[in-house]
Every structure is written in structure tokens, then in C-alpha cells.
């Protein structure tokens, strides 16, 4: 099993510019989340699907932020407009719902770097 | 609230020097507590999950054991390749979606 898959790894930006993160979740898992996390504030939760449906966005922190997933084994995380402010590591998860779902596979990250 | 209280933030330890990290939780009902590890430049990665007061689960040179307001994880003769953060999360019962503590930086010096 490749695991999840994140791209890009690596991206810096200027301020104003749109940001897409992308996610590939372990085949057969359904439930897919979304973490942000600094030095500040730790892991934090932005939002997780279910099924490919959104189940909860509370910790998505403004309008700027926006997640979809059309499919099965894609997800999108975007930002627009970016701010510097916005510069952390966004990881992706998986789970199966047949497991507890708190036993999570996360990608390997991309640090975002907003200048 | 659901609250995780991870403690100490950093832990330097000489190779062989046993210590324990600590994970204290406020939750409306605990549905599991979760222990993972995290390399430098990594995704977190699940060691343990623990459901109810009195258990324990164990992985090499790690234990990991749960009481009603706080868990531990247990090194035991740490080696250099235990040099990771561990991250505690908890889950309440219903559907509701993890809560993860700061973590606890663990330094093992050969």
C-alpha cells in the first residue's frame, strides 16, 4: 500500500496568491481529514469527510479556506487569498470506519510557506 | 471542552535511561486515547490506542497505560532511534473528531 500521498511537499508563495493542496487517501478508507500544525498551536482539525460528504469544517479558520472531495481518492484543501499567517505543515488522513477512527494515516505533509 | 494537557514539552534522555511522558485529558466521555510518534519531517504515526481505565499495550521498548484523567507512555532503555515527538489525541464518545495534545520532544543521547 502506498499510504497517503500528498502534493506538493514543498511550496512557497506570495501573499494574495491561491494555494491548492491535494490529498490521496489510502484505497478503501472513508473518512479523510484535513490537520494544520505550528509550533503555536499545535495539530489542529480544519475539516473531515466522510464518504466523500464534508462532516464538519468548524476548524476551517475563515472564508479564505475551502475543501472538497469529489471522489473516493482525491481532496483538495485551497486557500484563497493566502497570508503569510497561513504558513504552516497541512497534513492528510485516512481512516476506516470499520476500525476506530481515531487509528488515522496520515500523508507526509506539505509545508506551506506564505511570504 | 475536550482538553489534552501533554507534559514534559521537551525530554532529553541518556541511552538505557527509562522515563515516562505524560498525557492528561478532560473529555466528555472518553470513546479512546490515542498515542502516536512523529519524526522530523513526517506525518504522525500510530503506535497505541487505549479504551478504558486499567489498560495497557505495549511495542518494543514502549508502554503505554490508562488511567481515568491521564495516561503514560513508558520508555524503557531508551535507544538514539526513539528520538521522536509523541502526540497524545484523544476521541469522546459520539462521532466526534480527535483532539491531539501538543506533544512531548524526546532527545535519546548515545
Known amino acids: 500500500d502506498a499510504g497517503v500521498i500528498q502534493s506538493p511537499r514543498h511550496e512557497v508563495t506570495e501573499m494574495g496568491q491561491e494555494v491548492t493542496l491535494r490529498c490521496k487517501p489510502i484505497?478503501?478508507?472513508?473518512?479523510l481529514f484535513w490537520y494544520r500544525q505550528t509550533m503555536m498551536r499545535g495539530l489542529e482539525l480544519l475539516i473531515y469527510?466522510?464518504?466523500?460528504?464534508?462532516?464538519?469544517d468548524s476548524g476551517m479558520p475563515e472564508d479564505r479556506f475551502s475543501a472538497k472531495m469529489p471522489n473516493a481518492s482525491f481532496s483538495t484543501l485551497k486557500i484563497q487569498p493566502s497570508e503569510p499567517r497561513d504558513s504552516a505543515v497541512y497534513f492528510c488522513a485516512s481512516s476506516r470506519s470499520t476500525t476506530s477512527r481515531g487509528t488515522q494515516y496520515f500523508g507526509p505533509g506539505t509545508r506551506l510557506t506564505v511570504l | 471542552e475536550d482538553q489534552v494537557t501533554q507534559s514534559p514539552e521537551a525530554l532529553r534522555l541518556q541511552e538505557g535511561e527509562s522515563s515516562s511522558l505524560n498525557c492528561s485529558y478532560t473529555?466528555?466521555?472518553?470513546?479512546?486515547l490515542f498515542w502516536y510518534r512523529q519524526d522530523p519531517g513526517k506525518g504522525p504515526e500510530f503506535l497505541f490506542t487505549?479504551?478504558?481505565a486499567g489498560e495497557e499495550k505495549e511495542k518494543e521498548r514502549l508502554k503505554a497505560t490508562l488511567t481515568k484523567k491521564e495516561s503514560f507512555l513508558h520508555i524503557t532503555a531508551p535507544k538514539p532511534e526513539d528520538s521522536a515527538t509523541y502526540l497524545c489525541?484523544?476521541?469522546?464518545?459520539?462521532?466526534?473528531?480527535?483532539?491531539f495534545g501538543k506533544g512531548t520532544r524526546l532527545s535519546v543521547i548515545a
Open positions: 469527510f466522510n464518504n466523500n460528504v464534508p462532516i464538519d
Open positions: 487505549l479504551y478504558s
Open positions: 489525541a484523544v476521541q469522546a464518545s459520539g462521532n466526534t473528531p480527535l483532539v
Open positions: 473529555v466528555s466521555g472518553l470513546r479512546g
Open positions: 484505497s478503501g478508507h472513508d473518512y
